[in-house]
């Protein structure tokens, strides 16, 4: 499993094996925090089953989502490299959610003796903190429906598995979860998933979102 992450893809098997043993198991009941802003920052997260949300609630009690986690991926690492910060977001489990958890101490030791590791690390918290910043950039100039769609479709790259209907991104996503994605209101994000809707470039079912039509949805970004 660590192996498959962005985070340590490429990394050689045996340097893993070192480190998987330095994970703690821990469990969370749907609804709870792993951990709340101004809380310590000391471990990352691994997300073995369930689904956990990164937010921030801001001085008018709205929400702002800034990644949504399911099985196989890491996230929280930042804690690992940065000393002494506290969290800025919360993380809270969407649904009954099992982690390994790796504290910051334990991992420094770890990089002493793995120089290989530090470096495709570092190369890949450049990569996210660049393409944070090229989705911020884009969402600035697109309106409520281009950020909307502009999310769905990165969902679907990570998130997506095909069906028969199209490519059902593989997450429980509230409209008030997404509208904190886009940072807009949740009507303005529910008339626009009834427009895509309507032109048959989505499905919505339960909670669930299917893109039927890509190249459609895409001219709205």
């Not at 089953?49 to 989502?65: C, F, M, P, T, Y």
């Not at 690992?80 to 099992?98: I, K």
Request: glycine residues 8%; aromatic residues 6%; contains cysteine.
């Amino acid at each position: 499993m660590l192996g498959r992450t962005a985070l340590f893809k490429g990394v050689h098997e045996r340097d893993l094996e070192e480190l998987a043993v330095l994970l703690q198991p821990r469990t969370f009941g749907r609804g709870v925090y792993l951990w709340q802003t101004g809380d310590a920052a000391d471990v990352a997260c691994l997300v073995v089953k369930g689904q956990v949300k990164v937010s921030r609630i801001n001085a008018d009690g709205e929400e702002l989502v800034t990644g949504m986690f399911l099985a196989g991926e890491i996230f929280g690492e930042m804690s690992l490299v940065v000393e002494d910060p506290v969290r800025l977001m919360d993380a809270q489990a969407v649904e009954p959610t099992e982690c390994l958890t790796l504290s910051r101490d334990a991992f420094l030791q770890y990089l002493d003796n793995h120089p290989r590791v530090m470096r495709r690390m570092l190369a890949t918290l450049a990569s996210n903190i660049r393409r944070m910043d090229e989705t911020f950039s884009e969402s600035a100039f697109l309106d409520i429906p281009g950020r909307v769609a502009r999310k769905l479709l990165d969902l679907a790259e990570v998130h997506g598995e095909q069906t028969a209907d199209g490519i059902r991104i593989r997450m429980r996503l509230s409209q008030g979860t997404l509208a904190g994605m886009v940072a807009a209101r949740r009507e303005n994000v529910n008339r626009s998933l009834s427009r895509f809707a309507s032109e048959g470039l989505i499905k919505l079912d339960s909670g669930s979102i299917t893109i039927v039509d890509q190249s459609r949805l895409r001219r709205y970004v």
